[in-house]
């Protein structure tokens, strides 16, 4: 089943070259796939759907190893260096403000994943006002990661990811201090 996944998701790719995912339909993908409109849907319940696993796949790895000891900054550098990769996948997803879009995606899953490690570091739930600052931090990390590609990358990962660092509130970074990711 994967395999499958990731053949659709690479004709979502040769699609994306020619048209803004928007503009792109099933049928495009499954032509470009050589698979049926049912395979495609056996998967996916949409082409967003389809788009936001992939997304997930990417990002999976920088997540997994940010959690595993390294810090903050470190899965910054991977996922930026990821979505270089993969910028035109990137750029054609982030351009779109649709239902179910990719920006809406990233913020879910970064937020997830910061509030889990915090849990899982703790052992406590983070409290309201830090879930709060977690949701302003995570909306603007996103707008400047995505600012930082439909722009032409001029800062390098590293200098990326040290900004968003030096942009963290100070309560949240006291908090990854203490935890030893920060």
């Known amino acids: 089943m994967p395999e499958i996944k990731y053949r659709l998701a690479e004709a979502m790719k040769t699609c994306m070259k020619t048209s803004a995912p928007e503009n792109i339909t099933v049928t495009q993908i499954v032509e470009v796939c050589g698979v049926s409109r049912q395979s495609f849907y056996r998967n996916f319940i949409d082409k967003y759907d389809l788009v936001n696993w992939y997304f997930d796949r990417l990002l999976e790895q920088s997540f997994k190893e940010m959690g595993e000891g390294e810090t903050i900054r470190d899965g910054l550098i991977k996922k930026f260096q990821y979505i270089k ?15 179910n879009n990719l920006k809406e995606h990233d913020f879910f899953m970064i937020y997830e994943f910061y509030c889990t490690l915090l849990r899982e570091k703790t052992g406590d739930q983070p409290d309201r006002h830090t879930r709060k600052l977690l ?16 722009k032409g990358m001029k800062e390098t990962e590293e200098e990326l990811a040290d900004l968003m660092i030096d942009a963290m509130p100070l309560s949240l970074a006291e908090q990854f201090t203490k935890i030893n990711i920060l």
């Open 135 to 150: 949701e302003m931090y995570c909306q603007a990390s996103i707008y400047m990661t995505v600012q930082w590609l439909m």
């Open 85 to 99: 990769k993969e910028r035109l996948f990137f750029t054609a997803g982030f351009k779109g403000d649709e239902q």
